[in-house]
């Protein structure tokens, strides 16, 4: 209570932080909770990190698919950074606060990135449709140029979102305590502090959450449904199979981001319990990133030997690195 006042100016409808309270209520699994996000998250950067070099460094990879997926990783490092780093920090120290202006921006980045990784999720969906469907027509409608046209379409897209929606939620009046019971920064716990009324703000979050899920929803909904069309029309048993493999991959992936993000956020106030949003939110957060590149990439034929390759070219520069350094010295000394 004490560190809930102090965050408290003399004018009760401001503050200068937020108490982040995080999972408190699992105070004697916090340690355990800790190693495991920890695992989770290390197991996202690297994942996705290599996703991002091999796909940059091998031009055996440097085809619109690979491209999308690299931006794809970078969406989801950006994504964990934003949020994990702080999370953990808190489930080891006693004071978990976060400043007015941190929260804010916490929660910009959050809408910022998860309206670009919607879309590119549905450009993805787009890119395997053509691939599929149109083969003869693929490297001419997905060329470099409309391929970095749309990327850069997905990120600036975010932007304004993200200003209107953290810049209103954070222009209320807070008042009463300033416990947000979360682990980050979201739209639904910080309106929890709000004292006035948010109903038209609320709209506003359903109309946004809708117009930037309801697009790719439909392209991804369309694509699939005349990839499938496609491959059941192939001859050959192999490539249906591993047409229906890569889609099933993708369509798990997509379903696993789009149930749980309009669960918490085309219904800001909904009836789940906070413990129950905290888990959700845990799954999109950390899990969802983790298990893309696995996913999507990393039992992809391409890439593993592209790793193979990359590995082997490591290895061959590391053991040969003491012979050059004895060559070096051998020529200076002797």
Known sequence: MELAEELKLENQTMVTGFILMGFSHLAKLQLLLFVVVLLMFLSALTGNSLIVIITTTDPA????????????????????????????????VERKVTSFYGCALQLHLVIHLITSECLLLGIMAYDRYVAICHPLRYATVMNKRVCLQMVIACWLS????????????????????????????????????????????ELLVFVATVAIMLFPFILISVSYICIIHTILQMPSAESRHRAFSICTAHLVVVTLFYCTTCLIHLKPKSSLSPNSKKLVSLSYTVATPMLNPIIYSLRNKEVKESLKRSFGRISSQMISLPRCVFCFLLHVFV
């Open 61 to 92: 990879l440097h085809t619109p698919m690979y491209y999308l997926l690299k931006n794809l990783a970078l969406s989801e490092i950006c994504f964990t950074l934003d949020i994990v780093p702080k999370m953990l920090m808190n489930l080891l």
């Open 158 to 201: 975010g932007i304004p979102v993200a200003i209107v929606l953290a810049v209103w939620l954070f222009s209320f009046s807070f008042c009463g305590s300033t416990e947000i019971n979360h682990f980050f920064c979201d739209i639904a716990p910080v309106l929890e502090l709000v004292c006035s009324g948010t109903s038209f703000f």
